[in-house]
């Protein structure tokens, strides 16, 4: 977790020391995976060609609840989290929450990521703005997805009938992003949360 949270912290500095803090936690070929599934394999010299040319415009990154960690091969985990970023894009400033997942290889030499996917990211998303609620009791688990849509791959875990959950509720929003009390973060259909309860702050 460390190591990710690292190379997120990262993403504010310029892109000299960007590539300098970074260039020790990556396994190479590196790859990199945008929310619409196109990904590119990157050499230790296109990675840093990348890096460079990418301008600094994140203001504030903020880690939501704690990441995930599950083992998926015998020196490979992954690594689930979400952040809140306020950057400025084409003069313009964006806020929102970005979803991202990091295969990290445990070896002798220290943790290496070899993959980073950013799964899902929601602009208006504010900081500091959470109700306490329940998942509605239907007598059935929801899904807890990774991004807002409800594709058969992006399922983060199971949340049971009745249990509290914080909710960033955005109005006209049908997909909203939670946590549970665990720190598990993702998307859950409006649908699946009973509103009829006042909220907690």
């Not at 995976?33 to 994140?58: A, C, F, H, I, Q």
């Not at 290496?112 to 688990?141: C, M, S, T, V």
């Not at 960033?168 to 939670?178: A, C, I």
Request: proline share 3%; net charge positive; with cysteine.
């Amino acid at each position: 977790k460390r190591q990710v949270q690292d190379y997120i912290a990262a993403e504010r500095s310029n892109a000299g020391e960007r590539v300098q803090s970074r260039s020790g936690m990556l396994e190479f070929s590196f790859r990199s995976t945008r929310e619409n599934g196109n990904y590119r394999v990157l050499s230790e010299r296109d990675w840093r060609e990348w890096e460079m040319e990418r301008s600094v415009g994140v203001q504030r990154l903020q880690m939501i609840g704690q990441p995930q960690v599950k083992s998926i091969g015998d020196d490979l985990v992954r690594v689930d989290c979400a952040v809140h970023v306020n950057a400025v894009e084409g003069g313009e400033n964006w806020e929102g929450v970005s979803m991202r997942s990091f295969d990290v290889r445990i070896r002798d030499g220290g943790p290496r990521i070899r993959h980073e996917r950013l799964l899902a990211a929601r602009e208006g998303i504010k900081p500091g703005q959470w109700k306490k609620l329940r998942k509605i009791d239907n007598g059935g688990r929801s899904n807890l997805r990774s991004s807002p849509t409800t594709r058969k791959n992006n399922i983060v875990g199971k949340l049971d009938p009745s249990e509290t959950i914080h909710v960033w509720d955005q109005e006209g929003e049908r997909w909203l992003f939670v946590r549970t009390e665990n720190g598990l973060t993702g998307f859950l259909h409006r649908s699946q949360i009973d509103f009829s309860t006042p909220a907690e702050g």
